[in-house]
């Protein structure tokens, strides 16, 4: 069932192991309504904030943080718009065949991190984003990956890490800032 957020959701991640919340069936909107979700800034250990499994949800406005990976997709034809990730290992990892990501933004500068978004499902649209990682990369396309549209985002490194890494075969990319 849909659900808007009415508080923010923040857990002790060393007590949880899995995702802060999971959307476990086909076709949920999770409307964060402006709130965050993530594990407390004490925690040692970090969880998943949102797990997203089956086919046809979207997660929209609001923030996750503190996580391992900030939005996890699974399945296929998820929708993440406008949401802000911040510290977080990776910001948001897309294993969802033909999913949207759109004017998001990912903010791990100041953090030790992985990266921004890894795709590794062909037929994303990843458009308007704007990522900053300190280490590792702004979107990484995993060998294999096709048919994967990289638009219109802005990407900025301050560290050791690259802009893209491998933007896949017969993929798109157009008007991205890379600023290294």
Excluded: W
């Amino acid at each position: 069932d849909d659900t808007t957020l009415s508080e923010d959701v923040v857990c002790d991640c060393d007590a949880n192991s899995g995702p802060l919340i999971t959307l476990g069936k086909f076709s949920i909107t999770l409307d964060m309504n402006g709130h965050t979700i993530g594990c407390m800034a004490s925690s040692t250990k970090k969880a998943t904030c949102i797990s997203v499994d089956y086919f046809g949800s979207t997660v929209e406005n609001g923030t996750v943080a503190n996580c391992n990976v900030g939005i996890r997709l699974k399945g296929s034809i998820h929708t993440v718009t406008d949401v802000s990730v911040l510290s977080s290992e990776v910001g948001m990892v897309v294993k969802s065949f033909n999913s949207f990501l759109l004017h998001n933004t990912i903010d791990a500068s100041e953090d030790a991190s992985m990266g921004g978004i890894k795709i590794a499902a062909t037929g994303a649209l990843i458009q308007g984003n704007t990522i900053a990682v300190a280490d590792g990369y702004g979107i990484n396309v995993l060998g294999g990956v096709a048919s994967t549209d990289i638009l219109n985002n802005n990407v900025t490194v301050s560290g050791e890490g690259v802009c893209f890494l491998d933007p896949g075969t017969s993929s798109k990319m157009e008007g991205n800032i890379c600023n290294d």
